[in-house]
């Protein structure tokens, strides 16, 4: 590997992300993406970046020959989050993909997951998805794809282990005889080092695998006994996967925002795949219970920590249809144009150049002023800063964005960073609520007008 090549790492505070950081700070130049973090640790330069801000990821990535795309967003990024995470996991992508054309990177480095060949999760298709705005970038994209990754810190190992250690006994459900397959942290960490720069890597999709075909059923038995734990086990015939949510998050110790799909997933069997003959040599651990002596069989259970926000953050991402594939700056007219239709000229939209003022009919003081920003064209995307109004508490944090992502032909409506000046729990149960069905009945608009549209020209004929 070409030690004056310039790597950046979006998720490197992650398990992932971490050993990664580990393994290359000694021979090349690592910066490291963080929210929170900045300064050189770990032999890496740490840069503060908001991902979910093109701007800031931009910057992040200036002077970067390599990225790897470690980010999966399952858990909240603020203390209000509206919408589904496979749609901020699009918007994510679609940042970081465009920031990457923006400033000539080489290689997009993807760990995705295992795509089974029938039934799909959420959590699953949503991987997929990102796959697929990566590689429309038309830059060298390598993706990996790994079922469980076995190591101390990783999450879906963590929760594993600590079932078997905090369960009274182990109820089996149908799910739980899935097939997966899993890889050692070491291995895949060898295989990302590997796919660096490695033209015979760019665009491919690799499977980051072991080769061994379990079922999740054979992964509890393997920890049990690893860690010297003798409890009954029971199988059921049957999937109740709320039962399993909620005793999940509360012996496994994890945020249910993060159990919840990985559950689903667990419904679906994992294709297997033999070793790719590109990586053979790199998998050293072809069984997963040759894994287990490599990890530390430590019975100490750390408390669970929350996650905190710094202030009373609102983000809101909707996902919308656009079947006559308009433009975002037509989405955004069209939107302003039937909101007022929609409140029955409750409110009132006045536009002023580049300035949008909402207001509540018979008031004279706005609601919401809204500044229309100018985006690079290629961007795909409109996007108004929230600059004042009583329904907001600041006049320099927040903005209403529509865009396009690119290559998978999906829109998404979003508001980021938006601070209320409601008091947080009257907000929660009026504004957010009103502006989440807001954007729904926006949805349905826009699929009605494809609806009647189709009627029209089928009318036609006839």
């Given at each position: 590997?070409?030690?004056?090549?310039?790597?950046?790492?979006?998720?490197?505070?992650?398990?992932?992300?971490?050993?990664?950081?580990?393994?290359?700070?000694?021979?090349?130049?690592?910066?490291?993406?963080?929210?929170?973090?900045?300064?050189?640790?770990?032999?890496?330069?740490?840069?503060?970046?908001?991902?979910?801000?093109?701007?800031?990821?931009?910057?992040?990535?200036?002077?970067?020959?390599?990225?790897?795309?470690?980010?999966?967003?399952?858990?909240?990024?603020?203390?209000?989050?509206?919408?589904?995470?496979?749609?901020?996991?699009?918007?994510?992508?679609?940042?970081?993909?465009?920031?990457?054309?923006?400033?000539?990177?080489?290689?997009?480095?993807?760990?995705?997951?295992?795509?089974?060949?029938?039934?799909?999760?959420?959590?699953?298709?949503?991987?997929?998805?990102?796959?697929?705005?990566?590689?429309?970038?038309?830059?060298?994209?390598?993706?990996?794809?790994?079922?469980?990754?076995?190591?101390?810190?990783?999450?879906?190992?963590?929760?594993?282990?600590?079932?078997?250690?905090?369960?009274?006994?182990?109820?089996?459900?149908?799910?739980?005889?899935?097939?997966?397959?899993?890889?050692?942290?070491?291995?895949?960490?060898?295989?990302?080092?590997?796919?660096?720069?490695?033209?015979?890597?760019?665009?491919?999709?690799?499977?980051?695998?072991?080769?061994?075909?379990?079922?999740?059923?054979?992964?509890?038995?393997?920890?049990?006994?690893?860690?010297?734990?003798?409890?009954?086990?029971?199988?059921?015939?049957?999937?109740?996967?709320?039962?399993s949510k909620l005793?999940?998050?509360?012996?496994?110790?994890?945020?249910?925002?993060?159990?919840?799909?990985?559950?689903?997933?667990?419904?679906?069997?994992?294709?297997?795949?033999?070793?790719?003959?590109?990586?053979?040599?790199?998998?050293?651990?072809?069984?997963?219970?040759?894994?287990?002596?490599?990890?530390?069989?430590?019975?100490?259970?750390?408390?669970?920590?929350?996650?905190?926000?710094?202030?009373?953050?609102?983000?809101?991402?909707?996902?919308?249809?656009?079947?006559?594939?308009?433009?975002?700056?037509?989405?955004?007219?069209?939107?302003?144009?039937?909101?007022?239709?929609?409140?029955?000229?409750?409110?009132?939209?006045y536009p002023d150049?580049?300035?949008?003022?909402?207001?509540?009919?018979?008031?004279?003081?706005?609601l919401l002023v809204?500044?229309?920003?100018?985006?690079?064209?290629?961007?795909?995307?409109?996007?108004?800063?929230?600059?004042?109004?009583?329904?907001?508490?600041?006049?320099?944090?927040?903005?209403?964005?529509?865009?396009?992502?690119?290559?998978?032909?999906?829109?998404?409506?979003?508001?980021?960073?938006?601070?209320?000046?409601?008091?947080?729990?009257?907000?929660?149960?009026?504004?957010?609520?009103?502006?989440?069905?807001?954007?729904?009945?926006?949805?349905?608009?826009?699929?009605?007008?494809?609806?009647?549209?189709?009627?029209?020209?089928?009318?036609?004929?006839?």
């Open positions: 590997m070409n030690k004056q090549l310039k790597i950046t790492i979006a998720g490197a505070s992650g398990f992932v992300g971490k050993n990664l950081i580990d393994s290359l700070s000694s021979v090349c130049q690592v910066k490291a993406l963080s929210r929170s973090r900045e300064g050189e640790k770990d032999g890496a330069l740490w840069k503060k970046a908001d991902l979910f801000s093109y701007q800031s990821t931009e910057e992040a990535l200036k002077d970067t020959d390599v990225a790897f795309y470690l980010v999966h967003s399952m858990l909240p990024s603020s203390r209000l989050f509206q919408g589904e995470f496979q749609d901020t996991d699009l918007l994510l992508a679609d940042n970081f993909a465009k920031a990457c054309i923006k400033n000539n990177v080489k290689q997009i480095i993807y760990l995705g997951g295992l795509v089974p060949e029938k039934q799909v999760s959420k959590h699953l298709e949503s991987r997929r998805e990102v796959e697929d705005v990566f590689k429309a970038s038309k830059i060298a994209t390598t993706v990996l794809r790994a079922g469980m990754v076995a190591g101390v810190g990783g999450s879906s190992f963590e929760i594993l282990r600590n079932l078997v250690l905090n369960l009274p006994c182990m109820v089996l459900p149908k799910w739980t005889a899935s097939k997966t397959q899993a890889i050692y942290i070491d291995d895949l960490i060898r295989v990302m080092i590997h796919s660096i720069d490695n033209k015979d890597f760019f665009g491919k999709t690799i499977n980051a695998v072991n080769g061994e075909e379990l079922t999740y059923a054979d992964l509890i038995k393997s920890v049990a006994k690893h860690l010297d734990v003798k409890k009954p086990m029971f199988s059921v015939p049957v999937n109740y996967t709320s039962f005793w999940v998050k509360i012996f496994g110790n994890a945020d249910y925002e993060l159990v919840s799909p990985l559950i689903d997933s667990l419904l679906c069997n994992l294709p297997h795949h033999d070793i790719p003959p590109e990586i053979e040599n790199l998998i050293l651990f072809r069984k997963f219970e040759d894994m287990l002596p490599e990890i530390k069989k430590e019975k100490s259970i750390k408390k669970k920590t929350f996650k905190k926000f710094s202030g009373n953050t609102v983000r809101s991402i909707q996902r919308l249809p656009n079947p006559y594939d308009l433009e975002v700056d037509e989405i955004c007219d069209l939107y302003f144009t039937w909101l007022p239709s929609y409140m029955k000229n409750l409110i009132k939209v150049k580049n300035i949008l003022t909402f207001k509540l009919a018979g008031l004279n003081t706005p809204l500044s229309r920003q100018e985006d690079d064209n290629d961007l795909d995307r409109l996007k108004l800063h929230i600059k004042g109004g009583i329904l907001s508490k600041t006049d320099n944090t927040g903005w209403l964005e529509f865009r396009k992502v690119h290559g998978t032909g999906e829109t998404l409506a979003s508001i980021n960073e938006f601070v209320p000046s409601l008091p947080w729990y009257i907000y929660r149960y009026s504004q957010a609520l009103i502006h989440l069905q807001v954007m729904h009945k926006f949805g349905d608009f826009l699929e009605r007008d494809r609806k009647e549209g189709k009627d029209r020209e089928e009318t036609k004929s006839d």
